[in-house]
T-cell receptor, first 113, second 115 residues
Framework: GENVEQHPSTLSVQEGDSAVIKCTYS??????FPWYKQELGKRPQLIID?????GEKKDQRIAVTLNKTAKHFSLHITETQPEDSAVYFC????????????FGTGTRLTIIP | DVKVTQSSRYLVKRTGEKVFLECVQD?????MFWYRQDPGLGLRLIYF???????EKGDIPEGYSVSREKKERFSLILESASTNQTSMYLC??????????????FGPGTRLTVT
C-alpha cells in the first residue's frame, strides 16, 4: 500500500518569512495530492490540492509543487501570518481522491510574531 | 455548506464495553470514512464506504467494524473496547463519482477514552 512520509514534524518561522513542508510517497500510481490544515481544536480542512498532470499550483500565499519522478511534493507558504499556525497534513491517493487518502504524520507550524 | 456531525464530542468507556460512534452527513455524499488521530501518527484510516451497505478496510481495521445502512449515516463499532483504542476519532465524507472536487469534509471528532 501507499506510504507517505512528511517532514519536518515541527517548524517555527518568524512572521513574514516563508515555510516549506515536504512529503514523499511510495506508490507511483498515486495521482492526487491534497493538503489539509488543522487549527487547534478544530477539524482538518482542505487548503490546496494538486493532480499528477500539474507540476505546480498557487492560491494566494500558498503553493504546492509536485515532482512525479522523485515522488515528492511540497507545500510553500509565503509571508506567513499568525493565523497560519496549525498542523498541516499532506496526503496521497489514486484515482483523484475517489479512493482512500493516505495521510502523512503532520507538521506543526508555529508562526513567531 | 457541507455539514458532518458526530454523535459525541467526548466519550468515556470501560474496557470490554461495546462502543458505537455515529457520523451523519447532510450533503448526499457517496463516500464516508473513519479515521483515528494520534499525536505523531497523523490520520490513519480505519474503514471507508463508497455506498450503502458497502465497506472496505482501511489501514488499521483490527478491533473495529462499521455499518452503513443509510447513505447519510456511517457508524464505527468497537466490539470490545481496549485501552489502546483511546484516541480522537474523525469521520469524513466526500462526494465521490467523477466530480471535479474530491475534498473530504471532516466532522468535529469524538475523543474516546477507554479506562
Amino acid at each position: 500500500g501507499e506510504n507517505v512520509e512528511q517532514h519536518p514534524s515541527t517548524l517555527s518561522v518568524q512572521e513574514g518569512d516563508s515555510a516549506v513542508i515536504k512529503c514523499t510517497y511510495s506508490d507511483s500510481a498515486s495521482n492526487y495530492f491534497p493538503w489539509y490544515k488543522q487549527e487547534l481544536g478544530k477539524r482538518p480542512q482542505l487548503i490546496i490540492d494538486i493532480r499528477s498532470n500539474v507540476g505546480e499550483k498557487k492560491d494566494q500565499r500558498i503553493a504546492v509543487t509536485l515532482n512525479k519522478t522523485a515522488k515528492h511534493f511540497s507545500l510553500h507558504i509565503t509571508e506567513t501570518q499568525p493565523e497560519d499556525s496549525a498542523v498541516y497534513f499532506c496526503a496521497a491517493s489514486r484515482s483523484f481522491g475517489n479512493e482512500k487518502l493516505t495521510f502523512g504524520t503532520g507538521t506543526r507550524l508555529t508562526i513567531i510574531p | 455548506d457541507v455539514k458532518v456531525t458526530q454523535s459525541s464530542r467526548y466519550l468515556v468507556k470501560r474496557t470490554g464495553e461495546k462502543v458505537f460512534l455515529e457520523c451523519v452527513q447532510d450533503m448526499d455524499h457517496e463516500n464516508m470514512f473513519w479515521y483515528r488521530q494520534d499525536p505523531g501518527l497523523g490520520l490513519r484510516l480505519i474503514y471507508f464506504s463508497y455506498d450503502v451497505k458497502m465497506k472496505e478496510k482501511g489501514d488499521i481495521p483490527e478491533g473495529y467494524s462499521v455499518s452503513r445502512e443509510k447513505k447519510e449515516r456511517f457508524s464505527l463499532i468497537l466490539e470490545s473496547a481496549s485501552t489502546n483504542q483511546t484516541s480522537m476519532y474523525l469521520c469524513a465524507s466526500s462526494q465521490g463519482g467523477t466530480v471535479p472536487s474530491y475534498e473530504q469534509y471532516f466532522g468535529p471528532g469524538t475523543r474516546l477514552t477507554v479506562t
